[in-house]
């Protein structure tokens, strides 16, 4: 069990980071920039994707892709001709480079011209009792490469539970699609994925947090402990155990000086 002190950390460091104070320094306020739904989708799930490295650098290339695209993702996923293409040669993060950026293209495409929203791709894998997205970020992968010419290079980029990954980058982008409260940082455009069944996107900075404070037996990235930690919030709140993700995020890169 969780003790009442550490309890009451995680009750008020989720209090304090949750609050509209924290997009304008997190990758969220890129979606947060748009105001329709396959807007927020897009290019909530591209930056989210793109989340690892420096923040300064996430956010520039987050808005390089937002002009390459004339400011107007979705439009631009259904209309945009073959020579509109080029243009994103000089793009990269890192690792991700062209070749990715096409297949995002191509796929966003797909599915956008079949489906109305990014949701339908990751709940056609869950099955009616499942406790977790398991299933649906497996479905999800599947789905994602269920094309001749994925590139293999691409698939590093889309992690799933079924390769142990802890799938930190993609458990973000559903807390910020499927979470909803008052507080307004996370957007919950999506229903049929439910808060209850999110699970914990652990990256280095809430995993040493989680650690700190007991929360984890063993500081590894993967799938087996991020659904360990996730069980462990349900103690505090099952209905939302993800949202202490805000907590243990912020209290890995607590800089006193920026949240004031």
Not at 65 to 72: C, H, P, R, S, V
Not at 120 to 133: H, I
């Amino acid at each position: 069990m969780i003790n009442e002190k550490i309890a009451a950390i995680l009750e008020e460091k989720f209090a304090f980071f949750n609050h509209p104070r924290f997009i304008e320094h997190d990758p969220i306020q890129i979606p947060h920039s748009f105001s329709s739904l396959q807007d927020k989708e897009i290019m909530g799930f591209w930056v989210a994707i793109l989340a690892w490295g420096q923040r300064k650098t996430i956010l520039q290339n987050a808005r390089t892709l937002i002009e390459l695209m004339d400011g107007a993702p979705y439009q631009f996923i259904l209309e945009h001709q073959a020579s509109d293409l080029k243009r994103f040669e000089t793009f990269k993060h890192r690792t991700f480079q062209y070749p990715d950026t096409l297949y995002f293209i191509d796929l966003f495409q797909r599915h956008y011209q079949r489906n109305n929203s990014l949701e339908t791709a990751f709940n056609r894998g869950l099955q009616p009792n499942d406790l977790t997205v398991e299933n649906g970020l497996n479905g999800f992968h599947d789905y994602f490469f269920n094309s001749e010419w994925a590139p293999e290079r691409t698939k590093k980029h889309i992690a799933s539970p079924q390769k142990n990954s802890a799938c930190k980058r993609i458990n973000m982008f559903l807390r910020w699609m499927v979470r909803k409260d008052q507080a307004g940082v996370d957007f919950g455009l999506w229903t049929t994925i439910k808060p209850d069944q999110l699970v914990c996107p652990l990256d280095v900075h809430s995993m040493r947090t989680a650690a700190q404070l007991g929360l984890m037996q063993e500081e590894k990235a993967n799938w087996k402990t991020a659904l360990a930690l996730t069980e462990t919030l349900r103690q505090l709140d099952p209905a939302d155990p993800v949202k202490y993700d805000f907590a243990l995020y912020g209290m890995g890169i607590e800089d006193k000086t920026l949240w004031k």
